[in-house]
């Protein structure tokens, strides 16, 4: 168990909805991270938040938008979804001071039908 | 950005043996910090070992070991004595501040009874 908690594990929806994945990192750790895995895919990086803020991001879609609370734990939203949005989402924490490995979650499996 | 460059997509070892995963990066920082993870069909991510680059000294974790070139910006993972349960996607990752990771495209590793 790495201390990542992601719900929900699996998640059916149609195209054109919304979904909303969330994340609750590992104790003290300030860093979220969203990454997108498609099948038989690599690890694509989409955003990271610390703290509260946005840090970094990556090839995120306009459709795609995501946010960490006060209490650390991470929102991924997508919208108007497509089929090719159909993937395994992970969430990671981590410090970064030092930096520490990432620690990933279970993922949540999208299916958009 | 960072590219992790991982050269082989598929190998395989026969149980009991050793192999070799190799991983390339392209940085111009000295300071940084290098990972190898495991991904099994279950698709959770399991950090396997890690390196900080200001150590000359190669990590080991039990039957996983690193050999770290700094000058040739090569990480590469060795498996001994390889087990059935070490049939994995493995990924290499860099991280210079924590705000990224970088992943490579990941290797198949396939043991053979």
């Known amino acids: 168990d790495s201390g990542v908690t992601q719900t929900p594990k699996h998640l059916i929806t149609a195209t054109g909805q919304r979904v909303t994945l969330r994340c609750s990192p590992r104790?003290?750790?300030?860093?979220v991270y969203w990454y997108q895995q498609s099948l038989d895919q690599g690890l694509q990086f989409l955003i990271h938040?610390?703290?509260?803020?946005?840090?970094a991001k990556g090839n995120i879609l306009e459709r795609f938008s995501a946010q960490q609370f006060p209490d650390l734990h991470s929102e991924l939203n997508l919208s108007s979804l497509e089929l090719g949005d159909s993937a395994l989402y992970f969430c990671?924490?981590?410090?970064?001071?030092?930096?520490?490995?990432?620690?990933f979650g279970q993922g949540t499996r999208l299916t958009v039908v | 950005a960072q590219t992790v460059t991982q050269s082989q997509p598929e190998m395989s070892v026969q149980e009991a043996e050793t192999v070799t995963l190799s991983c390339t990066y392209d940085?111009?920082?000295?300071?940084?910090?290098l990972f190898w993870y495991k991904q099994p069909p279950s698709r959770q991510m399991i950090l396997v070992i890690r390196?900080?680059?200001?150590?000359?000294q190669n990590a080991t974790e039990n039957r996983f070991s690193v050999n770290f070139q700094k000058a040739a910006k090569s990480f590469s993972l060795k498996i001994s004595d390889s087990q059935l349960g070490d049939a994995a996607m493995y990924f290499c990752?860099?991280?210079?501040?924590?705000?990224?990771?970088?992943f490579g495209t990941g290797t198949s590793l396939t043991v053979i009874p």
């Open positions: 990671a924490s981590a410090k970064i001071t030092p930096v520490t490995e990432a620690f």
């Open positions: 990752a860099y991280s210079r501040t924590g705000n990224q990771f970088y």
């Open positions: 938040y610390y703290n509260g803020e946005e840090r």
């Open positions: 390196q900080e680059a200001y150590k000359q």
């Open positions: 104790s003290g750790d300030l860093s």
């Open positions: 940085t111009s920082e000295s300071d940084y910090y």
